[in-house]
């Protein structure tokens, strides 16, 4: 295991703009590692520096992540693709749009980022992908089928790029949050928010600075010997997977 810090990374979070991203990239930033956040506006949050990227499109990723290595002045060494929506509905009621666009963004999305992001750490010969995934994943819900899917293909997705490039020093792992409060989780209702607070066994929801220290320690040089794992953050909700 290396314990000493190298020199700062680069650091690339999808949707950091807000939520549990902008708590990643806060987290990065206090570390002194180097962080470019993304987002559709590319509005820059106070004290970090933005690039627009939508991650639906290819030529969007491409050009967020060609303008991020021009900031930070070399190729990304972290990327934790953060961005994500949801589209909830009981399945009988799902169109084919509510299941693509959930899909397109959560787990296309994350596939192009890894693969743009892939070619800087191959000639680098390091690199750690953080996909951030969720409790739902594994755990399923109704009214989200789209959202599960699309979550659990995250772990398919890493464990095998594991698999390709775990042999040039890259990395490749899922972060399961539970419920976190952001503005994902501000537009469900009361009673379903008491419902699962019941149901988490530390009878809580989590915060994002619990998700974002989970993600920084994958990072770190004390994980090197983490891939293709599935972190559960969710206060014990999924007993672990
Ligand atoms: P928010 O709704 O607060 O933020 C979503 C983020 O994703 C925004 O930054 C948004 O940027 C970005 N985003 C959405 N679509 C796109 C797109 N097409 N291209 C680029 N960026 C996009 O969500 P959270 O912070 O709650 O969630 C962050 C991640 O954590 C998501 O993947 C979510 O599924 C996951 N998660 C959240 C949980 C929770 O309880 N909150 C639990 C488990 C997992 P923009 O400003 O452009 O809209």
Redesign the pocket.
Known sequence: MTTDRPEPRTVLV????????LAIARAFAAQGDKVVV????GEAPEGLQAVQ????STESVDAAFTAAEELLGGPIEVVVA?????KDTLLMRMSDEDFDQVID??LA?AFRCARRASKGMIRLRRGRLIF?????GLYGSPGQAN?AAS?SGLVGLARSITRELGGRGITANVVA????E????AVLPEDTVAGYKKAIPAGRLGS?DEIASVVTFLASPGASYISGAVIPVDGGLGMGH
């Open positions: 999808t949707g950091g703009n807000r939520g549990i991203g993304t987002s559709r506006s990227g939508d991650v639906t953060n961005a994500g929506v949801t963004t959560n999305g951030v995934s969720s409790v739902v959202y979550k949050p539970g419920f976190v952001t503005d994902m989780t994002t």
